[in-house]
């Protein structure tokens, strides 16, 4: 099949990430009209790799995500009204672009906002099938007049207040070079959960948790409704007994076993940990 041009933005963002970036670009340079990275401070060869590739680099201090995200649209002109957003771990596999490629040229989309599809997650060199882990669909790509990243600090997801399809093949996201590399932004990130947990108010941007809703919509209602209103604790050897067998977790082999254990468990429990320890504090407080 012959590759053709499609009229989409891919934005990457960054950071000392010499080892993972250049298999992300490579899969979507032969068909993306246009390759924008958002760099925040590489001292590695990041970028050297990323110049072989495009020359559309932007600089910007990294707060978080979501910030990252959302100033990159608002402030890069970008090329095309279809917007994909990849992190560069992360790679679309050639059925992905064929299913894009058919929908961009042979399905009307003008009353579609976003587009929908499966993530892969690859851990330690295997894709993990089971333990409810796939498929799991996000909204990567949209009308960036339509949609943006929800301003959550952790664990966020994309937004479009219009009509969603679903597309057919995987965006791959190859976890971490090492162990110790997957537990360092593990922890930063159990912090910034936290941090989300304490806040009270809910800003309008973020997406609204629907059991009838498209399937982040019903993620979010589980994770709000179901799994928040366990107690502290139990609720992570609940969800580990879920995932790793009543959802075939087991089946992943001895890297299933690090990683629904580290992800589904470990990481989870770290962040009750966390979360307990700030409400003792609060406790505590005059």
Known sequence: MTTAVLPISVVFLTYND?????????S???WA???IVVASGSTDGTLDIVRRYTAHIAVHPFENYAAQRNWAQANIPLANEWVFHIDSDERVTPE???SLRQLFTATQLDDIDGILFPRRTVFMGRWMRHGGHYPVYHLRLYRKSRGQCEERLYDQHYT???AVIKAHGDLIDVISTSLDAWMQRHVRWAGLEVQQQLRAEVVATQVEGKLTGTPIERRRWLKR???????????VFAYFFYRYILRLGFLDGTEGL???FLQGCWFRFYIDAKLWEARQAQKQAP
Do not use: M, W
């Not at 010499?18 to 490579?26: A, M, P, R, S, W």
């Open 160 to 162: 479009v207040p219009g």
């Open 225 to 235: 409704f179901v799994f928040g209103r366990v107690p502290l604790f139990t609720r």
């Open 258 to 260: 690090i990683f629904h």
């Open 96 to 98: 992905l672009y064929a």
């Open 28 to 30: 979507v340079a032969d």
């Open 33 to 35: 009209s246009e390759i």
């Open 18 to 26: 010499e080892q993972l970036i250049e298999d992300g670009l490579k």
